[in-house]
Nanobody, 114 residues
Framework: VQLQASGGGLVQAGGSLRLSCVASGRIFSINVMGWYRQAPGKQRESVAT???????NYADSVKGRFTISRDIAKNTVYLQMNSLKPEDTAVYYC?????????WGQGTLVTVSS
């Protein structure tokens, strides 16, 4: 499984960005996709996840501001990020999990200026 993430960039505080991640390869119908982020000097953390059935989970820090969604037909997961804050600045990675294996995308940088 290969993942290609896109959509990062520079945005002012209060602005919005939409990240996309396309999965290719042997994709099984039962899987979990998610977004993680890693800020400079910090550990990678989970931002949002979505399972194939559609259930979602969010980090407390992004609840009400970020929305994860997926297009199963396109094997694509999205992260709509609104009301961005400087503390959201990080490299964002998508992850695809199936049959106990994790696959990571290359990361896309999100920078939020104050």
């Amino acid at each position: 499984v290969q993942l290609q993430a896109s959509g990062g960039g520079l945005v002012q505080a209060g602005g919005s960005l939409r990240l996309s991640c396309v999965a290719s390869g042997r994709i099984f119908s039962i899987n979990v996709m998610g977004w993680y982020r890693q800020a400079p000097g910090k550990q990678r953390e989970s931002v949002a996840t979505i399972i194939s059935g559609g259930s979602t989970n969010y980090a407390d820090s992004v609840k009400g501001r970020f929305t994860i969604s997926r297009d199963i037909a396109k094997n694509t997961v999205y992260l709509q990020m609104n009301s961005l804050k400087p503390e959201d600045t990080a490299v964002y990675y998508c992850k695809h999990s199936q049959f106990g294996r994790d696959y990571w995308g290359q990361g896309t940088l999100v920078t939020v200026s104050s």
